[in-house]
Each structure stands twice: as C-alpha cells, then as structure tokens.
C-alpha cells in the first residue's frame, strides 16, 4: 500500500520556467489537498478537490493551478515560476466517509532560481 | 474563516520532562483537532485527535485536552524521549464541505538526553 506518493523529490527551476508536481493515491480517497510549508510558517493551503472534475482555491491559489481527472491523481501546475514560490509542497488525502485522518505524502522541495 | 495560532514555537525538554503544546482557534464551528508529527524531510504524520464532542484523549504518552468555550486545545506529551524531537503541528477544520484543516505554524521540540 503505497498511501500518497509525490513525484519528484527536488527540483530547482528557473524564473519564468514552469513545471507540474505529481501526486498519486492509491486509497481511493475522495478529498485531496495541496499545502505548502514555508520555514516557521506551518502548511498553507493552495487548492483542493472533493472529487474527479472538482477542484477549488485555498488561502494560497495564486500562482498555481490543479485538475482532478481521476480519483486517484491531483497534480498542480506552476506556469510562470517566481522566487516566492520556493517552499515544500505536500499533497494530501482522506476518505470523506473515514473521519478526518488526512494522509500525506513525503513532499516535494522546490527552489525557484 | 479559520485562524489556529500555537505555541510556543520551540520548546526544550529534558528527557522524562513533560512537554505541552498549546493551540487557540477562531472558528466556533471547528470540531475536528489533530496534531501532527513532522521528521525531517518527511511529511506530517498523524499522532492524535480529538472531536469537539470530546473534552480528552489519550494514547499512550500523548494526551489532548479541548476547551471548546476558550477555544483551545494543547497537546501532552509524558515521559519525553528523544525521539519525540520533531516539529509538531496542531490544525482545526469545521468538517464541512469545502472546508479543509487549517493548520498553526508549528512547534520544534527538542528532547534532550
């Protein structure tokens, strides 16, 4: 049982470049979530979906989109990289009908160059 | 919406010392309160939560305790040991849809031996 499984680990970019973190679960989970943690700062939400073809924003949207095609995958889409958006990304998932637990995956770091 | 402040931001203990981590929230119709464990470069793990209709839990050496009039809730960890050095995150959600856990900005607890 793989859980969350985030893809890649570490990535650098440059100013303007544009990249997609991927974010796999294989717990038929309805809710998945992106944050991003900044130092001292705790997990900012960026956007979430309750289903395939529902997505919304979170307290932090700008800058990224998602799409949620299938239940099992939720990528989120940098199109134009800045230097603010230098963080760990972490996605997240839970089974509406199991409670809150939310389960993460192991990150991905990303530097904006 | 929702706003968790926690505190303090670090915290050391001896080893066998009792640590307690304090967290406040603004949103009356939260009723849902984890906290999460965070290693270095991995992802948050669930250690406990609790439900507003609960006022403690425990498990093991962990314990929370809710005051839903003051609207906070700490997290107690007994018996210290090193190993309990992580950063440690409290986050509330009102559990309705739309709504997704809000997290504080974390505590770096340090155990010493």
């Known amino acids: 049982n793989a859980g969350v499984t985030q893809t890649p680990k570490f990535r650098i970019l440059k100013i303007g470049q544009s990249m997609t973190l991927q974010c796999t679960q294989d717990?038929?989970?309805?809710?998945m979530y992106w944050y991003r943690q900044d130092p001292g700062m705790g997990l900012k939400l960026i956007y979430y979906?309750?289903?395939?073809?529902?997505?919304d924003k979170g307290e932090v949207p700008n800058g990224y989109n998602v799409s949620r095609s299938t239940t099992e995958d939720f990528p989120l889409r940098l199109e134009l990289a800045a230097p603010s958006q230098t963080s760990v990304y972490f996605c997240?998932?839970?089974?509406?009908?199991?409670?809150?637990?939310?389960?993460f995956g192991s990150g991905t770091r990303l530097t904006v160059v | 919406g929702e706003n968790v402040e926690q505190h303090p931001s670090t915290l050391s203990v001896q080893e066998g010392d009792s640590a307690v981590i304090k967290c406040t929230y603004s949103?009356?119709?939260?009723?849902?309160f984890p906290w999460y464990k965070q290693e270095l470069g991995k992802g948050p793990q669930l250690i406990i939560d609790?439900?507003?209709?609960?006022g403690e839990k425990k498990d093991q050496r962990i314990a929370v305790t809710l005051n839903k009039t003051a609207k906070h809730f700490s997290l107690h960890i007994t018996e210290t040991q090193p190993e309990d050095s992580a950063v440690y995150f409290c986050?509330?959600?009102?559990?309705?849809?739309?709504?997704?856990?809000?997290f504080g900005k974390g505590t770096t607890l340090s155990v010493s031996s």
């Open positions: 997240a998932s839970r089974r509406v009908s199991s409670g809150n637990g939310y389960t």
């Open positions: 717990m038929n989970h309805n809710y």
């Open positions: 979906s309750v289903g395939a073809g529902i997505t």
């Open positions: 949103d009356s119709a939260s009723n849902y």
């Open positions: 609790i439900r507003s209709n609960v």
């Open positions: 986050a509330a959600t009102a559990n309705q849809a739309g709504t997704a856990l809000i």
